[in-house]
């Protein structure tokens, strides 16, 4: 048999899409005295420009994360991904942070 006449249409489609989130991760500080502290904020997590060696509480941040699990960039990735895919994801823990000796020495002198 003979085949005439016969058109054959052929259509090639692609598509591709991609969806992109913007999630912020962030670690952020409260001031909350304790033992007899005054009620006024203080300079925290080496604010405040002086010249004071100590780490004025540079510490609290990545205390913070350690409580949080949150200690490698894959461990913030992976949340990014849960808030993504599950909605909000929100975490909070408390820390202390501790003041340097010279800190202390400088606040006393202040006194």
């Known amino acids: 048999g003979t085949v005439r006449n016969v058109s054959v249409d ?9 969806a992109r989130y913007r ?3 962030s670690v952020t500080g409260t001031y909350a005295p304790r033992d007899g502290a005054p009620d006024r904020p203080t300079a ?5 420009g002086n010249d004071v060696d100590g ?15 949150l200690e490698t960039d894959a461990d913030v990735d992976q949340l990014a991904r849960v808030a993504v ?6 975490r909070s ?4 942070g501790a ?3 010279a800190d202390l020495d400088r606040v006393a002198s202040d006194v």
């Open 10 to 18: 052929r259509t090639v489609t692609r598509d591709e899409a991609s």
């Open 23 to 25: 999630v912020r991760v």
């Open 44 to 48: 925290t997590f080496g604010a405040g």
């Open 55 to 69: 780490p004025d509480l540079a510490d609290t941040p990545a205390a913070a994360r350690a409580e949080l699990n």
């Open 85 to 90: 895919d599950g909605g909000g994801e929100t």
């Open 93 to 96: 823990t408390v820390v202390y």
């Open 99 to 101: 003041r340097s000796e």
